[in-house]
């Protein structure tokens, strides 16, 4: 297993057992702690998982009225706890990640990958069909891009176009 899908794979399980116990944040550095010891033992740095368990929180408000919007029929109390934690890390890395480092659509691919691992049957449907709706309310970005080089405004980024999904069109 690739060392970033490792990484991903151990923040979706520290996510799950922080939503499990409560979303405290007291214990999140503990919870990263020892997922990374159990199901990494040979990951040399774990920068990654603290980056993006540290990004989801940072961003959790955003990002569930983000699926709120997104899954309108599924409260977010009522998606699958793998489910949702798998959203909230794909969600943080298509809209707050770097796309230099993870381009959108393997954003996508890999919250795929884990939901189908770690969630139920059609835990991957309703990973692929929430997050491809986000990712074309966004406009799409880098969809024709195969150098990954291709720079991203930081109007896309930070939800300041009229096409991404910003807070005003959260609201409305």
Known sequence: MANRHLS????MQSLYEWDFRGADTANLENYIAQNSKE???GLEDDSFIRQLVNGVVSYLAKIDQI???AAPEWPIEQI???DRNVLRLGIYELL???Y???PPKVAINEAIELAKSFGGESSGKFVNGVLGTIYREIGEPLKDDTS??????EENVSGDTENNVTD???KS
């Open 148 to 153: 990954k080089a291709k720079k991203v405004s």
């Open 80 to 82: 699958a706890m793998v």
């Open 100 to 102: 230099k480092e993870v």
């Open 168 to 170: 005003e069109n959260i």
């Open 96 to 98: 707050f990640g770097d």
């Open 8 to 11: 991903r794979s151990i923040a």
């Open 67 to 69: 699926i709120a919007k």
């Open 39 to 41: 199901f990494g033992p």
